[in-house]
């Protein structure tokens, strides 16, 4: 289990995003990954915001890029 700890306003900011929040709840626990329209489909948003808030949470550590196709 990797600990990682956020004490920038900047990646508070991040994290406490409602979006961000359930699209954590949603990866937690997934032995795969989960594409950016996976995710919007999910939510019910675009695929380029998904993929934003994906962006946003890796800058922070909290996601990382598997692979690309």
Do not use: C, W
């Amino acid at each position: 289990m990797k600990i990682i700890s956020l004490t920038e306003d900047h990646a508070l900011r991040i994290y406490m995003h409602p979006m961000r929040q359930r699209i954590l709840q949603k990866m937690n626990g997934k032995k795969i990954g989960m594409t950016a329209k996976q995710l919007a489909d999910i939510f019910s948003i675009t695929p380029s915001s998904a993929k934003h808030h994906i962006t946003q949470l890796e800058s922070i550590g909290l996601v990382a890029l598997s692979h690309t196709e």
